[in-house]
T-cell receptor, first 113, second 111 residues
Framework: GEDVEQSLFLSVREGDSSVINCTYT??????LYWYKQEPGAGLQLLTY?????DMKQDQRLTVLLNKKDKHLSLRIADTQTGDSAIYFC?????????????FGQGTTLQVKP | EAQVTQNPRYLITVTGKKLTVTCSQN?????MSWYRQDPGLGLRQIYY???????DKGDVPEGYKVSRKEKRNFPLILESPSPNQTSLYFC??????????FGDGTRLSIL
């Protein structure tokens, strides 16, 4: 079945780069997303990538997609204390014409000053 | 302003007392969903709807009901709540493959 896996915790120092990894099982997934959740808040869409892309860059964020290995990563350059949050990757399985959206368990990013 | 609105934001209730969490979106989105978030488990989809009168089970539908009588509204109903349904609930909507828009969440405690 469809599954999305993430490591649960990452700790970095302020100013370093953070890389959050995600693997998924549905090779036909069309859309892949990264969401951020700050403490006590809802989910905020950070960025997304279509399956026909390898990379997407948006200011400090870089998303890399390796379709062969079904691996997605989010790199945050120059990580700040305000980046401390839980980061979720998510996929819409199949062609995208479905209401399903599958989330990973979330990676808690801790940024130390 | 484009938004998804859930009510209530917080609710403490007792086992067996029926409750409804409302969700409304103003973006004319086709797809709407309900999720529950539990520590270490991420978000799990409860039910989703692809359009009016079209609903389908997600990964954890047991103990929940939904309805989609109008495009903008997608209430979540717990007919006989139990303590294992204590959780943080999110409603969301999207159009096609576009990004999911989330409500602010409803924290439900069932004693």
């Amino acid at each position: 079945g469809e599954d999305v896996e993430q490591s649960l915790f990452l700790s970095v120092r302020e100013g370093d780069s953070s890389v959050i990894n995600c693997t998924y099982t549905d090779s036909s997934s069309t859309y892949l997303y990264w969401y951020k959740q700050e403490p006590g808040a809802g989910l905020q869409l950070l960025t997304y990538i279509f399956s026909n892309m390898d990379m997407k860059q948006d200011q400090r964020l870089t998303v890399l997609l390796n379709k062969k290995d079904k691996h997605l990563s989010l790199r945050i350059a120059d990580t700040q204390t305000g980046d401390s949050a839980i980061y979720f990757c998510a996929e819409i399985p199949g062609s995208g014409n479905t209401g399903k959206l599958i989330f990973g368990q979330g990676t808690t990013l801790q940024v130390k000053p | 302003e484009a938004q998804v609105t859930q009510n209530p934001r917080y609710l403490i209730t007792v086992t067996g007392k029926k409750l409804t969490v409302t969700c409304s979106q103003n973006m004319n989105h086709e797809y709407m969903s309900w999720y529950r978030q539990d520590p270490g488990l991420g978000l799990r989809q409860i039910y989703y709807s692809m359009n009016v009168e079209v609903t389908d089970k997600g990964d954890v539908p047991e103990g929940y009901k939904v309805s989609r009588k109008e495009k903008r509204n997608f209430p979540l109903i717990l007919e006989s709540p139990s303590p294992n349904q204590t959780s943080l609930y999110f409603c969301a909507s999207r159009q096609g493959g576009g990004p999911q828009h989330f409500g602010d969440g409803t924290r439900l405690s069932i004693l």
